[in-house]
């Protein structure tokens, strides 16, 4: 853990007190960067508070107050859904405090581990619980932690089937050449990186979002299974020329699927296989 990580993290534990000296909380962890020990002077404070009942807003203003926490930057969610986010400032330091009832957490556990939600936010919070370090109600985070450390079969297989989507993009490059499509392009690039990338995490039990994505090279390295070079080569499709980064692209979607074939063949592949090698042709003017 570097310098700036051990700083949060010791600021984060000063912070907690004032929430856990509330009865209603009952555990209390922080995750992100913090957790990981990758800060730099950006970073922030991920901070998750779980509870029997929400605290009233009386009692989080007070809790703030204590720890000399500025007026609130802003506020995610909705308290009468059981669970809600609060971002302010502590020694310039921006610190997002998440509040949930135990019941919806687990609630939101169960949509990913037994209704296989793969798009769901909550995929983020599922690899955040697994990183975390408890500083509160340690037995039943660790309950937590095991539970959702127990990658089921059928999320895995939702999750490859849901982002095997492929725009082929490559045979279509002199078509996209003439018409303006920069932005276009783009979203495909990101758009194709995210399904691939969502594709492999089923085939390494990964959880995993396309909400707030970062740290891609040091998500990849968990993986056991994928295309060589794969965080290069992804880095790479967005400073190729559009041809040569169309034609990248194919060829990572083609090793893609040969390692789907290989470690989950129950996943039909055929459709994703007949746009590999397929180029649009242009249409010829003939006489009525």
Known sequence: MNDRSQYLLELTKRNVKAYIANPKTKAAMVTGSVAEGLCDEYSDCDVMLYY????????????????QGSELIGILGDRHEGAFGESFLVNGVECQFAHATIA?????????????????????????????????????IQQWKAK????????AQRMVEHYLNFFAIWGMQEKLARRDTTLWYYQILVEEAQNLLGVLSGLNRLYYSTFQFKRMGKFIEQMSIAPMNLTFRLESLF??????????????VQETLDLVDTYMPQVDTSSVRRKVGWRQQPWQPKMF
Request: glycine share 6%.
């Open 52 to 67: 029997d009942e929400l605290p009233s807003e009386e009692e989080l203003n007070l809790a703030r107050q204590q720890n």
């Open 104 to 140: 919806q957490w687990e609630k939101e556990i169960s949509s990913i581990l037994e209704e296989f939600d793969v798009q769901s936010p909550i995929m983020k919070g599922m690899s955040g619980i697994l990183i975390s370090i408890p500083l509160y109600g340690e037995t039943l």
């Open 148 to 155: 959702v450390a127990n990658y089921p079969d059928g999320l």
């Open 239 to 252: 400073r190729a020329e559009p041809h040569v980064a169309a034609n990248q692209i194919e060829q990572l």
